[in-house]
């Protein structure tokens, strides 16, 4: 009898006093983290409400703090009765000689205009960060674009932002993506048949690839269109290898004939070829005055297209912005 009820009583002790108290404790536990940890946003009132109180303390109208915050009064008021339900305490005491805080109302009133002032100073940190980043902008660009396009672009982004100091550095396709991915520049442009791996991109323009060669050369007298295949065979005046102009030509021929001259601009090339050191294939964009004087003449091509996109160019998910994002937006007017 005895053992029994022993037994009895301290399996009635854990069972229900114990683990009772256990299990609500723990439920209670749950329940108040949850409150304190994740519903923060809801029982604080936003900027807004606290600004607009503010106004009121300040000008004992809640009328006047509406016109001061470019809002109706039944707005006004609408917010205030908003903030009050979520505070569960008055604020303000309305009547027709204006509006009154009420005790309640001056405490959170403090409390707001501190949470106000970090907030401006907030404010004022992010336009620095701003104004910091919109001071300068680096542009790493492929020769091509760098040398024709450019700077047209410049030029008008200069008229925008004034006072905000652009810096370009020029090289081939390749050079540009490992100045993106170095963080050495903000924004690239890029002709090559691909994007760079770690960069996304967008289509700007397009350009053509064409032979050309001094007007002495026999290519310049031909009556036919060159074959690719003699084109891949021929030695040419080249750009530099990881160059968006030698790599179009290399995958749109399945490869190239050991270079006559390599050189590492457009610009270079072009005169070479001016002086009759040899074809070469250049940018439509790149010579067009010199065809126009006959400094250099084209050669068609039979049997393949020499085109190619042009390209903006950035890190992967790191879309421009600030004055990375107005230049690229001058690319498409």
Known sequence: MGSGTGSGTNGGTVGGTGGGTSRGTEGGHDTRARHVAGTLAHRVPDLGAMELLLAVARLGSLGGAARELGITQPAASSRIRSMERQLGVALVDRSPRGSRLTDAGALVTDWARRIVEAAEAFDAGAQALRDRRDSRLRVAASMTIAEYLLPGWLVA?????????????????????????????????????????????????????????????????????????????????????????????????????????????????????????????????????????????????????????????????????????????????
Request: aromatic letters at 2%; charged letters at 20%.
């Open 157 to 333: 982004l200069r008229t925008q932002l004034p006072d905000t100091a652009v810096s370009l550095l020029a090289g081939n396709s390749t050079a540009v993506a490992e100045r993106l991915l170095a963080d050495e520049a903000d924004l690239g442009f890029v002709e090559g048949v691909s994007v760079p791996t770690g960069l996304d991109s967008a289509v700007i323009g397009h350009d053509r690839l064409i032979v050309v060669t001094a007007p002495g050369h026999p290519w310049a007298r031909r009556r036919r269109p060159l074959e690719a295949a003699e084109l891949a065979a021929t030695p040419l005046i080249l750009r530099e290898k990881g160059s968006g102009t030698r790599q179009v030509l290399d995958a749109a021929l399945g490869g190239l004939a050991r270079p006559l001259i390599e050189l590492s601009s457009t610009t270079a090339v072009k005169a070479a070829a001016v002086g009759g050191a040899g074809p070469s294939v250049l940018s439509e964009l790149a010579v067009g005055e010199e065809l126009t004087t006959r400094r250099l003449v084209s050669v068609p091509v039979a049997d393949v297209v020499l085109a190619r996109d042009l390209r903006a160019v950035w890190p992967t998910g790191h879309r421009p912005t600030g004055p990375a994002r107005r230049l690229l937006s001058l690319t498409r007017a």
